[in-house]
């Protein structure tokens, strides 16, 4: 079993859309919920963070985490085009990241 | 404010060749990484360094070397590259215990 699973998508939504991104994870021990966004031929950058379960949110983005079913989400409100981008969920612990293999998004004006 | 710089940012190579990839970051930072990224595979760390003159393997490290010399510079080294080395690779650096990590925009390597 990997230790982080993604849906790898495409993911295809009209403008406005409300868009639902979700990963797996296996290990107990990470302690950093992250995702990331990454834009064609881009490095990835980091667009929020947290520590325990509940919900956290940032302007539009909103990420969810449950530790008890080792599962986190991001939800995108009232998407724009400029958020077609690929995302990654991403964990830390020690001195480790662990990347899920990204879900790419795509929103049609 | 440069934060994580890679040079190329593009690059051909002949099977046997090597060459050494670059990265730089200026926000002073202790943790550098180098990752690779194929499609389907997601970001792969390859190596990565806690400190000047501290390397350790990351999941790929094979055919691959590093070395850190200064807090500011974490070069890439392959060795003689390989079809198998053809990918996008990306430097990234971030402070101690948690922090942001920081991504160059990094460099896409073909071995022919």
């Known amino acids: 079993q990997k230790e982080v699973e993604q849906d790898p998508g495409p993911l295809s939504v009209p403008e406005g859309a409300i868009v639902s991104l979700n990963c797996t994870y296996s290990n107990s021990a990470f302690q950093y919920f992250m995702w990331y966004r990454q834009y064609s031929r881009k490095g990835p950058e980091l667009l929020m963070y947290t520590y325990s379960s509940g919900n956290k949110e940032d302007g539009r983005f909103t990420a969810q985490v449950d530790k008890s079913s080792k599962y986190i989400s991001l939800f995108i409100r009232d998407s724009q085009p400029s958020d077609s981008a690929t995302y990654l969920c991403?964990?830390?612990?020690?001195?480790?990241?662990?990347f899920g293999t990204g879900t790419s998004l795509t929103v049609i004006p | 404010n440069a934060g994580v710089t890679q040079t190329p940012k593009f690059q051909v190579l002949k099977t046997g060749q090597s060459m050494t990839l670059q990265c730089a970051q200026d926000m002073n930072h202790e943790y550098m990484s180098w990752y690779r990224q194929d499609p389907g595979m997601g970001l792969r760390l390859i190596h990565y360094?806690?400190?000047?003159?501290?390397?350790d393997q990351g999941e790929v490290p094979n055919g691959y070397n590093v070395s850190r010399s200064t807090t500011e510079d974490f070069p890439l080294r392959l060795l003689s590259a390989a079809p198998s080395q053809t990918s996008v690779y990306f430097c990234?650096?971030?402070?101690?215990?948690?922090?942001?990590?920081?991504f160059g925009a990094g460099t896409r390597l073909s071995v022919l």
């Open positions: 990234a650096s971030r402070g101690t215990g948690f922090n942001i990590q920081y």
């Open positions: 360094s806690v400190g000047a003159g501290i390397t």
């Open positions: 991403a964990f830390h612990t020690g001195n480790q990241f662990y």
